[in-house]
């Protein structure tokens, strides 16, 4: 029997993750060069590489007779430890009761986006899973690029959002961003808050790398800036390093009780409730302890001293413009500066540039700005440097921390080969064009001076 598909599935576009996975296989071919046994250079996979910590694994272990259906918005421990991790890491007073417990963030951001009523407002460049989902969704969205650095600016969101007829909009802000690491401060909140508050928008707020932020006391919550109208949501994917677990929660404005309803009704029709075991292995991970305060705070320096030594060593390399990370794993490298040399070297898209990126002598992979829902044309990367053996380092760092700034150079230099050779990799390709369209160049004018 042939299959047929729904045609509303058919006309959805394959996620950029899954089209990032299908694009490595393919162009990363097996090379017949032998010294490119290693793989390749990962600046694309947003994961983080340190183990699940030990007491989450431990209480997974010790929970898998769970067999039970759990309620669905989630177990009353989890809910209240999550409620205890928000009061206790970024000062919000939250009852366990507006609390859901999901599988992952992305599976509940998508939730919210189906409850919501209203046009999304997408500030770029984006994180990839947000655009799929709205598509998929067919709701009314548009994008709201941001200016030179990289943030929401408010007046452009008052104006945008005035152009938009809805009762309600739906704002998605990251914070800390992915793709470009930066960290939205208090002021820069309250101001977005204020058009929000004025311009009837709901602010999904994406904060699932909160825990990541490298000074940390810096982090500020949209849910306490904007508590009456902010869905928060966030996770064990990025700050306990497991992602494959599935397990995330968001956590709703004050007084959405009857939202809360008809949440619970999609929850339950959609996947009844997150695996019993996975949520009784979640709590010890939302409980607070001087364990996971210690994995917090190391796993976050680590992140801190790559992306010190990511940007640093990037910015390096002549006219590129790079986002100093102040959380996450990422940044972004803007190479648009070599805009006429890629051209000229038939580079004509972002696709195509991450395409000549990952073939040998390079092997160097990253994400290209047509999957930050930038224009094909802007030559923007995101960088994630979290290619190295996270277990090991993180061995490393406790056995000897690394002090002054020559440290942590040092520190990166020896626990990440694989990022320093890949900036240098980037580097060389860049140098390479210039040295190219200059030849270029230079024959083009020598032929042009040749009679006859
Ligand atoms: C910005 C952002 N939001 C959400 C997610 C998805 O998180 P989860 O594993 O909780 O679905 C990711 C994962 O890459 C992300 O980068």
Redesign the pocket.
Known sequence: MKFLVDQQVEDIELPENLKLNTFLQEFHSDCPHPECNFGFYGFAF?QSPFPVPKMIQDALIKNADKGAYAAVPGIPELRNAISKYNKHYFELDVDPQRIYVGP????LIFNLLEILHGTVILPTPA?L?YLPQIRFLKKNYHMLPTRANKKISPSDLRKLALRLHDRQKILIL?NPN?PTGLLYDKLELEEIADVCREQSIAVIS?E?YAQTTYDFSKFVSMGKIYPEGTFVTN?L?KSHAA?GYRL?YVIFPQHAVDLKTQFKKILATEYTAVSTPIQHAAVPGFEISNEMEEYFEITRNIHKIMGEYTYNALSEIEEVKVTKPEATFYLLADFNSFATELQTAKITTSQRLSESLIVHPYHTAIVGGDSLVLERTDYSARIAFVDYNGAKVYENYQNQKPKTYSDRIEFAKNNAPKIVAGIKMISKFFDLLKKDTANKITQKKDSLSIPG
């Open positions: 947003g992952g963030t992305k599976e994180w899973g990251n992915n994406d699932i996770g994917s992602g995330g």
